[in-house]
């Protein structure tokens, strides 16, 4: 029981800041300047990992953008297809 009880407690320890969060956004604080904190008390402020064929494939559209870029070959370069082979241009 005391396992139990103390995971509760730890997946709901911030739940008094959310609810502080959202009682602040009731009185009418703005939403941009609560969303930082809601998306902390959630949890949800955890690092990303970025996809690297996502970025190298972001990265070639921002350097070429005078360069016509199809959705097929932006799947391409990503390797986000398997139907779509970039040898077989």
């Known amino acids: 029981m005391a396992i139990a009880q103390a995971r509760f407690v730890m997946q709901h320890a911030n ?16 939403w941009r300047d609560a969303r930082l904190d809601v998306i902390s008390a959630l949890g949800l402020d955890a690092p990303h990992r970025a996809d690297a064929r996502i970025a190298a494939t972001l990265k070639l559209l921002r350097e070429h953008p005078d360069r016509p870029h199809g959705l097929n070959q932006v799947a391409q370069r990503a390797k986000l297809s398997p139907w779509l082979d970039p040898s077989a241009e």
């Open 15 to 30: 739940e008094v800041r959310y609810l502080e969060v959202l009682a602040a956004l009731r009185e009418g604080r703005p």
